[in-house]
Nanobody, 114 residues
Framework: QVQLVESGGGWVQPGGSLKLSCVAS????????MSWHRQAPGMERELVAE???????SYAGSWKERSTISRDNAKNVVFLQMNGLNPEDSAVYYC????????WGQGTQVTVSS
């Protein structure tokens, strides 16, 4: 049974940073592409960053300049370090497994406000 459990969300002031984690189980983590997405209220879910099974990272839009996706295949964890956060980044952030975003976690809330 595939499980993805996100953590690390919370409240942060504008300009601040957060590091999200997603612990995976139920599949061979090192063989699967992973990704982070976000969904703000009333908005479509959108891609933030992806990392291939061999560690090649790609980012959507401005996330390339202010985030880093990484993975630890020994611990079955994918991370998202986010910097320079602004209120528009407030959303639920989701971890997904598979090149086709086949599996999803429950998400972790990120709130950016002063």
């Amino acid at each position: 049974q595939v499980q993805l459990v996100e953590s690390g969300g919370g409240w942060v002031q504008p300009g601040g940073s957060l590091k999200l984690s997603c612990v995976a189980s139920g599949f061979t983590f090192s063989s699967v592409d992973m990704s982070w997405h976000r969904q703000a209220p009333g908005m479509e879910r959108e891609l933030v960053a992806e990392i291939s099974r061999v560690g090649r990272a790609s980012y959507a839009g401005s996330w390339k300049e202010r985030s880093t996706i990484s993975r630890d295949n020994a611990k079955n964890v994918v991370f998202l370090q986010m910097n320079g956060l602004n209120p528009e980044d407030s959303a639920v952030y989701y971890c997904s497994a598979g090149a086709g975003y086949n599996y999803w976690g429950q998400g972790t809330q990120v709130t950016v406000s002063s």
